[in-house]
């Protein structure tokens, strides 16, 4: 049972052509009373990356597990081509990562067998293959000099960094990254958007990005959503988002600082 | 829905069937021994020493504090050669394996069950979980097996040693001073192989327990990091509690 069940997985994973759509419908998620995604209807295509923009604590990151399949909606349901994703069949069938917020780094391993992890465990490719494509991703996420460091020894840049890069070990067909360019430099930033660009235009993996940078969502995305309090407020092009009139989607793109604002009144005084 | 949850009896078979889930789930990847035997040496080493020590200091002090009792009753009798047979069968029977599983839920069980939660709550199970790997075949399974193996030997090394606390103790505490002839050949005419295989026996289902339980209180933490302490607690003192409770049914059974 076990062995098969492995061979149609790794055969999955190698076959690497799936068109891969997610839809989202009417998926409500509550802790307890509080609740944190409110009925939130997407259609993700293709080969589209999908940026998720939102207010710290807007529930970004929940409705991300829900894709992921982590997370049991409490109402409504996530398809991944028809399947629900809490199924973990739905993952056999269709190979997808995740970048987590975190990291979620395995502690106890250093930086290279995180990233030989997946292959290794999927018996993908020989070990002196598995060695060269992790140098190869190392090298091109600016980690080569921490191949052998273990996870608690590096920055948290570096950690996301190597996050993502164990996400692309992964050859998947659906990525899913949450705030991958928080915690890094501009131009570290920029590099990552390139790359998650150039997996997408290289694999035609669908990509659902969580993130908070403009310049990432402006720069790469093909359609982005902006969550406010756990609802959908808008889901438009890149372009035509900036002109949504909605007031909140337009506080939420165009900040203002202002620095006389009576909430800081009491501040000021003590 | 609520009354359900918080109610101690619906609670407890939730629990049972977590465990027997997971014993389930685990099984059907017991061809890891084969597969990935690197990760089951692994376990076994890590299991081995670190209990290994303390087992056979604590077993001898068993057999030590067993012969002193028996002697200082024995001797008013006049009786003094049963030293051997008491303190060979009570170590043998009872006090090896109980005391082999109560190190193995502290030493190792506790381990276990830190290094799972903090697993669980740093969502690295998560991340197995994506990756299309199941923990219950790169965590859980190398671990029973790691039990399965080491436990035997754990045991009647255990067993052993307690026998020889009981000797040396016999031989040279003042009003004991039992020969060493006398102590084996009495324990070698009332201990039947049976005995010490009930005592293996016994050891075997507790250490399977044990990391069973371990496994499953890691598996299970929600919340924060300060929760991995509490499942820690909650681990050891579950393994004991089914420890002494299953001991009591697994002896009347091998009446
Ligand atoms: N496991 C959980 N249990 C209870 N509440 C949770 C849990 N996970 C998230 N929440 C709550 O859900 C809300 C949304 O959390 P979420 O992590 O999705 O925010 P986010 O939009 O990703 O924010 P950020 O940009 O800061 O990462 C928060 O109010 C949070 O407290
Ligand atoms: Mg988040």
Known sequence: MGESKQARLRRNILHRDTDVRIDIESVSVSFGEQSVVRDINIAIEPGEIFVIMGASGAGKSVLLKCIAGLLKPNLGIVKINGMDASERETHHEINSTLV??????????????????????????????????????????????????????????????????????????????????????????????????????????????????????????????????????????????????????????????????????????? | ??????NPIANFFDKVGQHLLLLWNSLGYAHVIFTQPPRVIEQCYIMGYRSLPIISILSFFIGAVLALQAGFVLSQLSVLEYIGSFVGLSSARELAPVMVAFLLAGRVGSAITAELASMKVYSEIDALHIMNVSPEKILVMPRLWAAIVLMPFLSIIAILVCWLGGAIIAEFIGFIQLSPQIYWRNLQDFIVWKDVADGMVKAWVFGFAVVLIACNQGLTTTGGPREIGNSVTKSVVNSMIFILFTNFFITRAQM
Request: aromatic share 6%; net charge negative; hydrophobic share 45%.
């Open chain 1, 100 to 270: 987590f917020q975190a990291g979620a780094l395995f502690n106890s391993l250093t930086v290279f067998d995180n990233l030989a992890f997946f292959p290794r465990e999927h018996k993908l490719y020989k070990e002196s293959e598995i060695k060269e494509k992790v140098l190869e991703t190392l090298r091109i996420l600016s980690l080569d000099h921490a191949a052998y460091k273990i996870p608690a020894e590096l920055s948290g840049g570096m950690r996301k960094r190597v996050a993502i890069a164990r996400a692309l070990m992964c050859e998947a067909d659906m990525i899913m990254y949450d705030e991958p360019t928080s915690e890094l430099d501009p131009i570290m930033a920029s590099t990552i958007s390139e790359i998650i660009a150039n997996v997408r235009n290289q694999f035609g993996l669908t990509s659902v990005v969580v993130s908070h940078d403009r310049d990432l969502a402006y720069g790469i995305a093909d359609r982005v959503a902006i969550i406010h309090k756990g609802e959908l407020l808008a889901v438009d092009s890149p372009e035509n988002i900036q002109k949504d009139p909605n007031p909140l989607v337009q506080d939420f793109l165009n900040p203002t600082i202002n620095i006389d604002d009576p909430r800081f009144k009491k501040l000021e005084t003590t």
């Open chain 2, 1 to 6: 829905m609520n009354l359900l949850l918080n």
